[in-house]
T-cell receptor, first 113, second 111 residues
Framework: DAGVIQSPRHEVTEMGQEVTLRCKPI?????LFWYRQTMMRGLELLIY????????DSGMPEDRFSAKMPNASFSTLKIQPSEPRDSAVYFC???????????FGSGTQLSVL | EDQVTQSPEALRLQEGESSSLNCSYT??????LFWYRQDPGKGPEFLFT???AGEEKEKERLKATLTKKESFLHITAPKPEDSATYLC????????????FGAGTRLFVKA
Protein backbone atom coordinates (compact mmCIF):
# COMPACT_ATOMS: atom_id res chain seq x y z
CA ASP A 1 0.00 0.00 0.00
CA ALA A 2 1.66 3.20 -1.22
CA GLY A 3 -0.38 5.50 1.00
CA VAL A 4 -1.48 9.01 0.05
CA ILE A 5 1.02 10.54 -2.36
CA GLN A 6 1.56 14.28 -2.56
CA SER A 7 3.75 16.31 -4.87
CA PRO A 8 5.84 18.33 -4.83
CA ARG A 9 7.36 17.78 -1.41
CA HIS A 10 8.64 21.33 -1.29
CA GLU A 11 7.64 24.37 -3.36
CA VAL A 12 9.31 27.76 -3.28
CA THR A 13 7.75 30.45 -5.41
CA GLU A 14 7.48 34.20 -5.71
CA MET A 15 4.45 36.25 -4.80
CA GLY A 16 1.99 36.44 -7.66
CA GLN A 17 2.91 33.11 -9.20
CA GLU A 18 0.49 30.23 -9.67
CA VAL A 19 1.03 27.18 -7.47
CA THR A 20 -0.46 23.73 -8.07
CA LEU A 21 -0.32 21.01 -5.44
CA ARG A 22 -1.13 17.42 -6.34
CA CYS A 23 -2.54 14.45 -4.48
CA LYS A 24 -3.12 10.78 -5.24
CA PRO A 25 -5.40 9.19 -2.60
CA ILE A 26 -5.27 5.58 -1.48
CA UNK A 27 -6.95 3.33 -4.03
CA UNK A 28 -10.52 2.52 -3.00
CA UNK A 29 -10.92 5.53 -0.73
CA UNK A 30 -13.89 7.66 -1.74
CA UNK A 31 -13.34 10.77 0.41
CA LEU A 32 -10.51 13.26 -0.01
CA PHE A 33 -9.59 16.19 2.19
CA TRP A 34 -7.23 19.15 1.81
CA TYR A 35 -5.80 20.66 5.01
CA ARG A 36 -3.39 23.52 5.69
CA GLN A 37 -1.11 23.52 8.75
CA THR A 38 0.60 26.55 10.29
CA MET A 39 2.05 27.20 13.73
CA MET A 40 -0.50 29.93 14.38
CA ARG A 41 -3.67 28.19 13.21
CA GLY A 42 -2.85 24.49 13.38
CA LEU A 43 -4.59 22.12 10.96
CA GLU A 44 -7.39 23.80 9.03
CA LEU A 45 -9.76 21.98 6.70
CA LEU A 46 -9.89 23.74 3.34
CA ILE A 47 -12.18 21.51 1.29
CA TYR A 48 -13.32 17.92 1.06
CA UNK A 49 -14.69 15.70 -1.70
CA UNK A 50 -16.87 12.61 -1.60
CA UNK A 51 -16.96 10.42 -4.70
CA UNK A 52 -15.07 13.15 -6.58
CA UNK A 53 -17.73 15.78 -5.78
CA UNK A 54 -16.84 18.82 -3.63
CA UNK A 55 -19.00 18.66 -0.50
CA UNK A 56 -17.79 21.56 1.62
CA ASP A 57 -15.40 24.31 0.54
CA SER A 58 -16.21 26.74 3.33
CA GLY A 59 -12.64 26.53 4.59
CA MET A 60 -11.13 27.82 1.36
CA PRO A 61 -9.75 31.18 2.46
CA GLU A 62 -10.25 33.18 -0.72
CA ASP A 63 -11.17 32.97 -4.38
CA ARG A 64 -7.46 32.64 -5.08
CA PHE A 65 -7.78 29.03 -3.91
CA SER A 66 -9.43 26.36 -6.02
CA ALA A 67 -9.51 22.56 -5.89
CA LYS A 68 -10.50 19.89 -8.35
CA MET A 69 -10.90 16.14 -8.35
CA PRO A 70 -11.29 15.02 -11.97
CA ASN A 71 -11.24 11.32 -11.06
CA ALA A 72 -10.99 8.99 -8.07
CA SER A 73 -7.20 8.85 -8.16
CA PHE A 74 -6.19 12.49 -8.50
CA SER A 75 -6.83 15.90 -6.95
CA THR A 76 -5.24 19.32 -7.25
CA LEU A 77 -5.20 22.42 -5.08
CA LYS A 78 -4.34 25.59 -6.95
CA ILE A 79 -3.42 29.00 -5.60
CA GLN A 80 -3.44 31.89 -8.05
CA PRO A 81 -1.97 34.36 -7.44
CA SER A 82 0.04 33.19 -4.44
CA GLU A 83 0.86 35.49 -1.51
CA PRO A 84 3.44 35.21 1.31
CA ARG A 85 0.64 34.52 3.85
CA ASP A 86 -0.14 31.32 1.94
CA SER A 87 3.14 29.84 3.18
CA ALA A 88 2.28 26.68 5.11
CA VAL A 89 2.31 22.91 4.91
CA TYR A 90 -0.56 21.61 2.81
CA PHE A 91 -1.77 18.07 3.53
CA CYS A 92 -4.00 15.83 1.53
CA UNK A 93 -5.84 13.01 3.30
CA UNK A 94 -8.17 10.28 2.17
CA UNK A 95 -10.60 7.93 3.88
CA UNK A 96 -12.87 5.00 3.10
CA UNK A 97 -15.91 7.03 4.07
CA UNK A 98 -16.72 10.54 5.13
CA UNK A 99 -16.75 9.69 8.84
CA UNK A 100 -13.81 7.31 8.88
CA UNK A 101 -10.24 7.82 10.06
CA UNK A 102 -8.02 9.90 7.81
CA UNK A 103 -4.83 8.75 6.07
CA PHE A 104 -2.53 11.69 5.47
CA GLY A 105 0.14 12.26 2.87
CA SER A 106 3.55 13.65 3.76
CA GLY A 107 2.49 17.17 2.86
CA THR A 108 3.78 19.94 0.60
CA GLN A 109 5.86 22.63 2.28
CA LEU A 110 4.96 25.84 0.42
CA SER A 111 7.05 28.98 0.75
CA VAL A 112 5.88 32.12 -1.04
CA LEU A 113 8.57 34.81 -1.11
CA GLU B 1 -19.26 26.67 16.92
CA ASP B 2 -17.51 23.32 17.20
CA GLN B 3 -14.22 23.65 19.06
CA VAL B 4 -11.34 21.49 20.25
CA THR B 5 -8.86 22.63 22.93
CA GLN B 6 -5.80 20.61 23.90
CA SER B 7 -3.61 21.00 26.97
CA PRO B 8 -0.85 21.34 27.78
CA GLU B 9 0.72 22.87 24.67
CA ALA B 10 3.97 21.09 25.47
CA LEU B 11 4.94 18.38 27.95
CA ARG B 12 8.40 17.25 28.92
CA LEU B 13 8.75 13.87 30.63
CA GLN B 14 11.54 11.65 31.78
CA GLU B 15 11.55 8.15 30.36
CA GLY B 16 9.20 6.04 32.46
CA GLU B 17 7.29 9.05 33.85
CA SER B 18 3.60 8.46 33.14
CA SER B 19 1.26 11.37 32.35
CA SER B 20 -1.92 12.40 30.54
CA LEU B 21 -2.84 14.74 27.70
CA ASN B 22 -6.20 16.50 27.71
CA CYS B 23 -8.62 17.26 24.89
CA SER B 24 -11.71 19.34 25.67
CA TYR B 25 -14.37 19.65 23.02
CA THR B 26 -17.63 21.43 22.35
CA UNK B 27 -19.71 20.09 19.49
CA UNK B 28 -23.38 20.11 18.67
CA UNK B 29 -23.39 16.33 18.70
CA UNK B 30 -20.35 14.06 18.71
CA UNK B 31 -20.06 11.55 15.91
CA UNK B 32 -16.51 10.56 16.79
CA LEU B 33 -13.33 11.72 18.54
CA PHE B 34 -9.97 10.86 17.02
CA TRP B 35 -6.38 10.86 18.26
CA TYR B 36 -3.49 11.21 15.83
CA ARG B 37 0.28 11.28 16.25
CA GLN B 38 2.43 13.59 14.12
CA ASP B 39 6.19 13.31 13.78
CA PRO B 40 8.26 16.25 12.43
CA GLY B 41 8.05 16.55 8.66
CA LYS B 42 5.28 13.98 8.36
CA GLY B 43 1.52 13.88 8.15
CA PRO B 44 -0.62 12.91 11.15
CA GLU B 45 -0.97 9.17 11.76
CA PHE B 46 -4.17 7.68 13.16
CA LEU B 47 -4.13 6.22 16.68
CA PHE B 48 -7.69 5.82 18.01
CA THR B 49 -11.36 6.56 17.43
CA UNK B 50 -13.80 6.92 20.35
CA UNK B 51 -17.53 7.19 19.82
CA UNK B 52 -19.30 7.36 23.17
CA ALA B 53 -18.70 8.46 26.75
CA GLY B 54 -17.07 5.74 28.83
CA GLU B 55 -15.31 4.16 25.87
CA GLU B 56 -11.60 3.31 26.18
CA LYS B 57 -9.01 2.16 23.62
CA GLU B 58 -5.44 0.97 24.20
CA LYS B 59 -2.37 0.54 22.06
CA GLU B 60 0.99 -0.32 23.59
CA ARG B 61 1.79 2.47 26.09
CA LEU B 62 -1.16 4.63 25.04
CA LYS B 63 -4.72 4.57 26.38
CA ALA B 64 -7.49 6.93 25.25
CA THR B 65 -10.63 7.62 27.25
CA LEU B 66 -13.74 9.68 26.55
CA THR B 67 -16.28 11.58 28.62
CA LYS B 68 -19.10 13.84 27.46
CA LYS B 69 -16.85 16.89 27.44
CA GLU B 70 -13.27 15.69 27.16
CA SER B 71 -10.87 12.96 26.21
CA PHE B 72 -7.60 11.92 27.79
CA LEU B 73 -4.60 10.26 26.23
CA HIS B 74 -2.74 8.45 28.98
CA ILE B 75 0.90 7.57 28.37
CA THR B 76 2.29 4.87 30.63
CA ALA B 77 6.06 4.55 31.12
CA PRO B 78 6.88 6.58 27.99
CA LYS B 79 10.01 6.02 25.92
CA PRO B 80 11.96 8.58 23.86
CA GLU B 81 10.35 7.20 20.69
CA ASP B 82 6.98 8.41 22.00
CA SER B 83 8.16 11.97 21.46
CA ALA B 84 5.81 13.56 18.91
CA THR B 85 2.88 15.95 18.61
CA TYR B 86 -0.43 14.36 19.59
CA LEU B 87 -3.50 15.77 17.89
CA CYS B 88 -7.11 15.43 18.98
CA UNK B 89 -9.91 15.82 16.42
CA UNK B 90 -13.71 15.66 16.46
CA UNK B 91 -16.42 15.04 13.98
CA UNK B 92 -19.86 16.44 14.74
CA UNK B 93 -23.26 15.09 13.79
CA UNK B 94 -24.04 18.40 12.12
CA UNK B 95 -21.96 20.36 9.65
CA UNK B 96 -21.34 17.56 7.24
CA UNK B 97 -18.31 15.36 7.79
CA UNK B 98 -15.73 17.92 8.78
CA UNK B 99 -12.96 16.68 11.06
CA UNK B 100 -11.84 19.58 13.26
CA PHE B 101 -8.41 19.38 14.87
CA GLY B 102 -7.04 20.82 18.09
CA ALA B 103 -3.69 22.61 18.16
CA GLY B 104 -1.92 19.56 19.56
CA THR B 105 0.33 18.71 22.50
CA ARG B 106 4.06 18.45 21.80
CA LEU B 107 5.48 15.63 23.90
CA PHE B 108 9.19 15.34 24.64
CA VAL B 109 10.44 12.22 26.42
CA LYS B 110 14.03 12.33 27.66
CA ALA B 111 16.08 9.19 28.20
Amino acid sequence: DAGVIQSPRHEVTEMGQEVTLRCKPISGHNSLFWYRQTMMRGLELLIYFNNNVPIDDSGMPEDRFSAKMPNASFSTLKIQPSEPRDSAVYFCASSLGQNEKLFFGSGTQLSVL
Amino acid sequence: EDQVTQSPEALRLQEGESSSLNCSYTVSGLRGLFWYRQDPGKGPEFLFTLYSAGEEKEKERLKATLTKKESFLHITAPKPEDSATYLCAVQANTGGFKTIFGAGTRLFVKA
